[in-house]
Antibody, heavy 120, light 107 residues
Framework: QVHLVQSGAEVRMPGASVRVSCKASGYIFSDHFMHWVRQAPGQGLEWMGWITPISGVTNYAQKFQGRVTVTRDTSISTVYMEVDMLRSDDTAVYYC?????????????WGQGTLVTVSS | DIQMTQSPSSLSASVGDRVTITCRASQTIYTYLNWYQQKPGKAPRLLIYTAFNLQGGVPSRFSGSGSGTSFTLTINSLQPDDFAAYYCQQSYSVPYTFGQGTKVAIK
């Protein structure tokens, strides 16, 4: 069955960077978009961007353009999300989530989430 | 960006009640509307996709309707396992915005 396993919790200082990984299994990695969604403590869900594993093409919410980079390594079925210039309001649980074969499809499987804490 | 507005933001209901949550889009999204359930400390779970399609494994007491800018999630005969937060999300146009969520609590 489909599994998305994310890397563990991280603590960073403001201004630093963080990279979260998401290893997929149980399906053909290149067939499905991978999305990133975050959730600040006690808040709602915020969509960040997606990557198409087959080509590496990405699409980000304007809010994250230039500060978030999503990449993939097809040889190990893993997607990475890096956030640069971290601020305290980047403290959140970050989820990877499998999409469909195009951007219109919903996300149907989610990783367990990775808590990123930004604090001095 | 397309704004998604859910109502109510919270509600209290009893087991066996019928619950309706509304989601409105700031412009047409046709039927590219999905519903998710989230319990505390857990990742969201897909319930309904493209407005009215029930995701596999989701109980039939959940149903979705609507098109264009107005959508509804209905839970018939609320069960103890249904007390959670519910989010709508449009997948028509990037960024794929979520509603602010509706918390369903026990009355």
């Amino acid at each position: 069955q489909v599994h998305l396993v994310q890397s563990g919790a991280e603590v960073r200082m403001p201004g630093a960077s963080v990279r979260v990984s998401c290893k997929a299994s149980g399906y053909i990695f290149s067939d499905h978009f991978m999305h990133w969604v975050r959730q600040a403590p006690g808040q709602g869900l915020e969509w960040m961007g997606w990557i198409t594993p087959i080509s590496g093409v990405t699409n980000y919410a304007q809010k994250f353009q230039g500060r978030v980079t999503v990449t993939r390594d097809t040889s190990i079925s893993t997607v990475y999300m890096e956030v640069d210039m971290l601020r305290s309001d980047d403290t959140a649980v970050y989820y990877c989530a499998r999409g469909g074969r195009d951007g219109y499809n919903p996300v149907d499987y989610w990783g367990q989430g990775t808590l990123v804490t930004v604090s001095s | 960006d397309i704004q998604m507005t859910q109502s109510p933001s919270s509600l209290s209901a009893s087991v066996g009640d019928r619950v309706t949550i509304t989601c409105r889009a700031s412009q047409t999204i046709y039927t590219y509307l999905n519903w998710y359930q989230q319990k505390p400390g857990k990742a969201p779970r897909l319930l309904i996709y493209t407005a009215f399609n029930l995701q596999g494994g989701v109980p039939s007491r959940f149903s979705g309707s609507g098109s264009g800018t107005s959508f509804t999630l209905t839970i018939n005969s609320l069960q103890p396992d249904d007390f959670a937060a519910y989010y709508c999300q449009q997948s028509y146009s990037v960024p794929y915005t979520f509603g602010q969520g509706t918390k369903v609590a026990i009355k």
